[in-house]
């Protein structure tokens, strides 16, 4: 049996549909995420994470370091 009291997470995207279909898909599996509709390259997370997964996104990046760079930031 695994336990993950104590464990959240965030999913962002910067399309708002995206977010809507990724809140159904969670809620299909039981799951509660928060889902924030966010744009990396202009706003910032004011959190931090154990881990960050970016995933299959850094070529839609006009600036990828940068946005490399902020996710590191927030990772413990």
């Known amino acids: 049996?695994?336990?993950?009291l104590g464990t959240e997470f965030l999913g962002i995207d910067v399309d708002d549909d995206t977010i809507r279909k990724a809140r159904l898909l969670a809620d299909c599996l039981?799951?509660?995420?928060?889902?924030?509709v966010l744009d990396l390259e202009?706003?910032?997370?004011e959190e931090s994470f154990d881990?960050?997964?970016c995933l299959n996104v850094l070529h839609h990046f006009k600036n990828?370091?940068?946005?490399?760079?902020?996710?590191?930031a927030i990772t413990r």
């Open 51 to 53: 881990y960050v997964l």
């Open 42 to 45: 202009r706003e910032t997370i």
């Open 30 to 36: 039981g799951r509660a995420p928060e889902f924030r």
């Open 64 to 72: 990828p370091l940068a946005a490399l760079e902020k996710l590191a």
């Open 1 to 4: 049996m695994t336990q993950t």
